[in-house]
């Protein structure tokens, strides 16, 4: 068990002013499966959309018993720690306080990574809770229903199942390369990424299901790998191009139908 507390330089100002903003933190896991014993990150994202941060706090919550956290980094846009800082293992928490002076920061960016460690069989989501912070001057500026979308991802640690996720989110990993041009490197990015290689975004009810994004999509995994879906890695592919906005500009279709 770790349990760690320090506290540093006091809180620059007062207690932010009850104010909401358009700011979100999102949150991106390096892989949602993996074995006991088995280390993974999870990086906390902060998107000013518009807003511009000088400050943050964040409440990271998990299951004590599933998991463990060893560290934290802190990224470059709010390099400096205060009022302190807690990995609580115990109760299943990570807590941190960073703020920057100078420029405040516009554009999204990773603000933290936390590595955590597969501890026993299960499966636990890792939320980013509803009393973190995204501050500038003093006056709150996050939007916590954004934040309350974005910021919760789950992980299952177990034996005998990590080989078969990893190399589903390999396969993944090299589709997203081909459609997108790039590796990921947002919380978005790997939610789509997610979708290659688990299916998440494809709808179970066929009801909820866009015959027009699914054609347009075969017509984009046509020109990339001139054929159609085959094997279930191309259709997992296929429904991430059809089901998120990473790979293909959806606005013209959906314009054309009234979406």
Not at 34 to 47: H, L, Q, R
Not at 70 to 81: E, H, K, Q, V, Y
Not at 160 to 169: F, N, P, R, V
Request: aromatic content about 10%; overall charge negative; hydrophobic content about 45%.
């Amino acid at each position: 068990m770790i349990a760690v507390c320090v506290l540093l330089a006091p809180v620059l100002g007062s207690i932010p002013a009850n104010a909401s903003g358009l700011a979100t933190f999102g949150l991106a896991l390096s892989s949602s499966s993996v074995a006991t014993g088995e280390d993974f990150t999870a990086k906390v994202w902060v998107n000013p959309n518009g807003e511009a941060i000088d400050t943050i706090r964040v409440h990271l919550s998990f299951d004590p018993a599933v998991v463990e956290a060893t560290w934290f980094d802190i990224g470059t846009a709010f390099p400096s720690l205060s009022p302190a800082y807690t990995i609580d293992n115990d109760a299943g928490s990570v807590d941190v306080g960073a703020f920057k002076y100078g420029d405040r920061v516009t554009d999204s960016t990773v603000a933290m990574t936390v590595t955590f460690k597969g501890k026993a069989a299960g499966s636990t989501a890792i939320t980013i809770e509803d009393d973190s912070r995204l501050i500038d001057d003093g006056v709150e500026m996050i939007d916590a229903a954004g934040t309350t979308e974005a910021g919760v991802k789950t992980v299952t640690v177990g034996e005998g199942i990590t080989t078969t996720d990893k190399s589903l989110e390999e396969t993944a990993l090299i589709y997203f390369g081909a459609f997108a041009g790039r590796m990921p490197s947002s919380s978005v990015d790997w939610e789509a990424l997610h979708c290659m290689a688990y299916d998440t975004c494809y709808p179970a009810d066929i009801a909820d299901r866009d015959v027009a994004h699914e054609a347009q999509s075969l017509v984009v995994f046509g020109a990339k790998y001139a054929h159609i879906p085959s094997t279930p890695a191309d259709w997992r592919a296929l429904h991430a191009i059809a089901y998120t906005d990473i790979f293909y500009d959806w606005s013209a279709i959906d314009a054309a139908n009234g979406s």
